[in-house]
């Protein structure tokens, strides 16, 4: 069975400095493919960036980034510049491919909090 | 750009009622999708529609049922509401057809059942 696992329940950093999300990925399937999604302290879920498993190059989205390392079942969120509103829970997630459309395999988030 | 719109915003139900959940996906989305986040936890897979068919079947229970209709708005239909089904349940649609198949999500239905 496909499984995420987020090691992070909580994440501190300051205003301005970049930090690192982790997500590990199990799957026994050779195609599939990794999302972040944010959620703020209101609720909505937000797209943030995609990694498929046959990209040859991380994703980069803006100030978000993805560090991928296949071998290592391993697909962390980088943020760079870290703002205020980046305060929030950070889920990743994984796009199960044996169904038509793929449901998300969510991960139990990360709650990062940026401080001034 | 238009987004997934769900409505209500916020309902709040009894015990043993029903509620009806709506969801209008993306234009030219192919595929819904209903999940159901508890407090403190990740969202949890409950039904998906592609092409207005049911597609896929999570944990979701007997008291729930979903269909998608014609101009693919989609509702959630929940009976006999228990304390437990209190959540978020969020609507998410994609197009199946791009590479990436992204699942955009509405801002979801705040369920509080007293």
């Known amino acids: 069975a496909q499984k995420i696992t987020q090691t992070q329940p909580g994440m501190f950093v300051q205003e301005k400095e970049a930090v690192t999300l982790d997500c590990t990925y199990d799957?026994?399937?050779?195609?599939?493919?990794l999302f972040w999604y944010k959620q703020p302290s209101s609720g909505e879920m937000i797209f943030l960036i995609y990694?498929?498993?046959?990209?040859?190059q991380n994703a980069t989205e803006g100030r978000y980034s993805l560090n991928f390392q296949k071998a290592r079942k391993s697909a962390n969120l980088v943020i760079s510049a870290s703002q205020l509103g980046d305060s929030a829970m950070y889920f990743c997630?994984?796009?199960?491919?044996?169904?038509?459309?793929?449901?998300?395999?969510f991960g139990q988030g990360t709650e990062l909090s940026v401080k001034p | 750009a238009a987004g997934v719109i769900q409505s209500p915003r916020h309902l709040i139900k009894e015990k043993r009622e029903t509620a009806t959940l709506k969801c209008y996906p993306i234009?030219?989305?192919?595929?819904v999708y209903w999940y159901q986040q508890g407090p403190g936890q990740d969202p949890q897979f409950l039904i998906s529609?592609?092409?207005?068919?049911?597609?896929d079947k999570g944990s979701i229970p007997d008291r729930f049922s979903a269909q998608q209709f014609s101009d693919y708005h989609s509702e959630l239909n929940m009976s006999s509401l228990e304390l437990g089904d209190s959540a978020l349940y969020f609507c998410?649609?994609?197009?199946?057809?791009?590479?990436?198949?992204?699942?955009?999500f509405g801002a979801g239905t705040r369920l509080s059942v007293l």
């Open positions: 234009p030219r989305h192919d595929t």
């Open positions: 799957t026994s399937d050779p195609s599939y493919g």
């Open positions: 990694q498929g498993s046959y990209d040859q």
């Open positions: 998410a649609s994609s197009s199946t057809g791009t590479a990436k198949n992204i699942q955009y």
């Open positions: 997630a994984m796009r199960d491919v044996y169904n038509q459309g793929g449901k998300l395999i």
């Open positions: 529609f592609y092409e207005k068919m049911q597609s």
